[in-house]
């Protein structure tokens, strides 16, 4: 690696503002340097070491995403999130625009100097802003997380002063573009709220004390073993069956048939053939949130196994809508979204790299490959002509804080169908993008949207890939969506119970 300060560029003229803000900077480096730091000796060099390409925030969001809950894993992954936002703006423009040399050592003792000093520029601080991005990314997600981390966070921008290798502005600037990066993020893909409001009307359920009559079945493939066990601690007399992903359907029938309430944990996609099984039997559902993202559960108000039991036990339960989409030799249910186009593509690019690289990455992985082709999978027929589409999308009720993607609901019955059209054109995704980062989807011209009860689509191509609640399914001919209104009785904590 070479060093990215170019000695032949001549320095700047002098600038009596500029020149001013440079000596007081330094005399802050100086009085630092003199000042002797109790206990920081043996922990400040080793946490900046640690720092380095980010190993300390991936290993702090592997810790955080063990929790196994829901807000911890998006807290993790909206930490990650944030660091590259932050590490891409940094070492593309950041080092780039203001090319600083770093601080001579001569004031700072030996034992604080790292073994290897580092080459780029000083200006502004990579490490502050990684710090600062994680911690804030975190913290906006799941704000008991980020107590745990700030102080981490802000021991490693301070190490950078600590060990001489940044002046006090470099990591203060580096702090500030580092939490600019994490609300950027949260601009792209907006956090959930701990409070949702409740359906429209509460639902006649039956009560179940210790969970007698509740049988759970749980999707192993999910990873949330621990989450039913504790349920179960909560609610000793439920059922709980475990199994693999191919026998969760067998499994759910089974439960159907002796159950007073169908159980499911795992994600959206178990939560989609439990819903179908309790419709079918006309069963309540009671969900238990096991997956990587959860929408269902978390726009219903279920958090957790304690939340849960709580409205297991106290009978408190909402009815909710259906979304519902026919095809000549296919059907379903879609209880969050149904898509043709762009999205189902993505998901099936996902499922290939998940099991080797897990479910973030390989989602964005999907993503870069998918958004790269730049084809329009769909063509609609509007007027006299046939145009290109590269997205349909309806959701089951109406999405609300647009970013890259919808985020959440307020409404689970309220009845229609929220369907959004990207319009084909010359690279869509790239202005889709651009359109997500100045504010919502419907000030995109290539972007269209309407609420409607009931949509039918004609002349589709056979093959055509068809995603609900993150599962794909191959449609033609004609296809239909509806809503079934307040159709399946769902168990959740309600409000000042």
Not at 293 to 306: K, M, Q, S, W
Not at 326 to 334: D, I, N, Q
Not at 357 to 379: C, E, F, I, Q, T
């Amino acid at each position: 690696m070479s060093p990215d300060v170019d000695l032949t560029v001549p320095l700047p003229g002098r600038h009596a503002l500029r020149d001013r803000f440079l000596a007081f900077d330094s005399r802050l480096f100086e009085f630092a340097a003199e000042r002797n730091w109790p206990f920081a000796e043996p922990v400040l060099p080793r946490l900046s070491r640690s720092a380095n390409h980010g190993v300390l925030w991936f290993a702090a969001a592997a810790a955080i995403a063990a929790s196994r809950s829901p807000r911890g894993r998006r807290a993790a992954a909206r930490g990650l999130a944030s660091l590259g936002l932050a590490s891409l703006t940094i070492n593309t423009l950041g080092k780039r625009s203001v090319r600083r040399p770093r601080p001579g050592l001569d004031a700072v003792p030996r034992v604080r100097q790292l073994k290897r000093q580092p080459i780029t520029t000083s200006f502004p601080s990579g490490h502050a802003a990684s710090a600062a991005a994680f911690a804030t990314g975190v913290a906006l997600e799941s704000p008991k997380w980020g107590l745990a981390v700030a102080p981490v966070a802000w021991s490693v921008a301070l190490s950078r002063v600590y060990t001489g290798v940044h002046f006090p502005s470099d990591v203060l600037v580096g702090a500030a573009l580092g939490a600019g990066a994490a609300y950027a993020v949260r601009g792209l893909v907006p956090p959930r709220d701990p409070q949702v409001p409740p359906a429209r009307r509460r639902a006649d359920a039956p009560a179940l004390p210790e969970g007698d009559g509740l049988v759970v079945v749980a999707n192993k493939g999910s990873g949330s073993s621990n989450r039913v066990h504790a349920l179960l601690d909560l609610l000793p007399r439920a059922e709980v069956v475990e199994c693999e992903p191919r026998d969760l359907g067998v499994e759910l029938e089974r439960a159907a048939g002796h159950a007073r309430v169908l159980g499911v944990c795992g994600g959206d996609g178990s939560v989609n053939t439990a819903a179908e099984v309790a419709l079918r039997h006309g069963l309540p559902l009671a969900v238990l949130p096991g997956g990587t993202l959860n929408h269902f559960a978390l726009d219903l108000g279920v958090e957790d196994e304690t939340g849960l039991s709580r409205a297991v036990t106290r009978g408190e339960a909402v009815r909710v809508d259906v979304g519902r989409f026919r095809s000549p030799g296919r059907e379903g249910v879609f209880l969050n979204t149904c898509s043709l186009g762009v999205y189902p593509e993505l998901v099936r690019e996902r499922d290939r790299f998940a099991s080797k690289v897990g479910d973030w990455p390989a989602g964005v992985l999907a993503a870069a490959r998918v958004l790269r082709r730049d084809r329009h999978p769909l063509r609609a027929e509007v007027g006299d002509g046939t145009h290109p589409l590269w997205l349909l999308f309806a959701g089951n009720g109406t999405y609300h804080r647009l970013g890259l993607a919808p985020a959440r609901r307020l409404d689970l019955a309220d009845g229609v169908l929220d369907v959004r059209v990207v319009h084909g054109g010359r690279r869509p995704a790239l202005r889709l993008l651009a359109a997500a980062v100045a504010g919502p989807l419907s000030r995109s011209p290539v972007h269209a949207a309407v609420q409607v009860a009931r949509l039918r689509l004609t002349a589709v191509d056979p093959g055509t890939p068809l995603a609900y609640d993150g599962e794909v399914t191959e449609v033609g001919g004609e296809v239909t969506l509806e809503k079934v209104p307040e159709a399946l009785t769902v168990y959740r904590p309600l409000p000042g119970s």
